[in-house]
T-cell receptor, first 114, second 114 residues
Framework: DADVTQTPRNRITKTGKRIMLECSQT?????MYWYRQDPGLGLRLIYY???????NKGEISDGYSVSRQAQAKFSLSLESAIPNQTALYFC?????????????FGPGTRLTVT | AQTVTQSQPEMSVQEAETVTLSCTYD???????LFWYKQPPSRQMILVIR??????QNATENRFSVNFQKAAKSFSLKISDSQLGDTAMYFC???????????FGTGTSLTVIP
């Protein structure tokens, strides 16, 4: 089984709808991240969390919110989806106890807003 | 803020040949990590190799090696004996020692030609 899972894997929604993307991990890591990937722009950080009570905005947080329900779960919400939020979304985790700080990525969620 | 630049949007290489992907970064930090991630068509992000800035020795992982030039702020990836499975998007990423997020480049799409 995958260590970092994301649901759904693909989603099509309409403008104005609320949508939630979910991320779960079994790696026991304390840090979790949400990124979006757009062609030609690479990956950009939306939000990150270093533990359940710690939530921080990233580079492009406008229009998004997050919830860290437990150490293993980190959800991303689009309160009112708009077409320019069409992108590939990744969840990632890392372990602050590991010197390398490597990030482990989920399989991604392809979101299309029509 | 840190910036990561990948100046080659697309590259191709013949199977079994060697190819080098370029990455430069801008930072005032002295201690940091650098990473190369691979994203095949499956869209999964996979760590290829990492380098700690304090280490002068270039990192190697089987057919993958880096040329880390700290003074020039350059971190190129060399792939030897290219294989069809190396066809992917490759992202360079930077993280401060004391940091909390990765900064990604815009990616290089590599195609290995049979």
């Amino acid at each position: 089984d995958a260590d970092v899972t994301q649901t759904p894997r693909n989603r099509i929604t309409k403008t104005g709808k609320r949508i939630m993307l979910e991320c779960s991990q079994t790696k026991g890591h304390d840090r979790m991240y949400w990124y979006r990937q757009d062609p030609g722009l690479g990956l950009r950080l939306i939000y990150y969390s270093f533990d359940v009570k710690d939530i921080n905005k990233g580079e492009i947080s406008d229009g998004y919110s997050v919830s860290r329900q437990a150490q293993a779960k980190f959800s991303l919400s689009l309160e009112s989806a708009i077409p320019n939020q069409t992108a590939l979304y990744f969840c990632a985790t890392s372990d602050s106890d590991r010197f390398s700080y490597e990030q482990y990525f989920g399989p991604g969620t392809r979101l299309t807003v029509t | 803020a840190q910036t990561v630049t990948q100046s080659q949007p697309e590259m191709s290489v013949q199977e079994a040949e060697t190819v080098t992907l370029s990455c430069t970064y801008d930072t005032s930090e002295n201690n940091y990590y650098l990473f190369w991630y691979k994203q095949p068509p499956s869209r999964q992000m996979i760590l290829v190799i990492r380098q700690e800035a304090y280490k002068q020795q270039n990192a190697t992982e089987n057919r993958f090696s880096v040329n880390f030039q700290k003074a020039a702020k350059s971190f190129s990836l060399k792939i030897s004996d290219s294989q069809l499975g190396d066809t992917a998007m490759y992202f360079c990423a930077f993280m401060k020692y004391s940091g909390n997020q990765f900064y990604f480049g815009t990616g290089t799409s590599l195609t290995v030609i049979p």
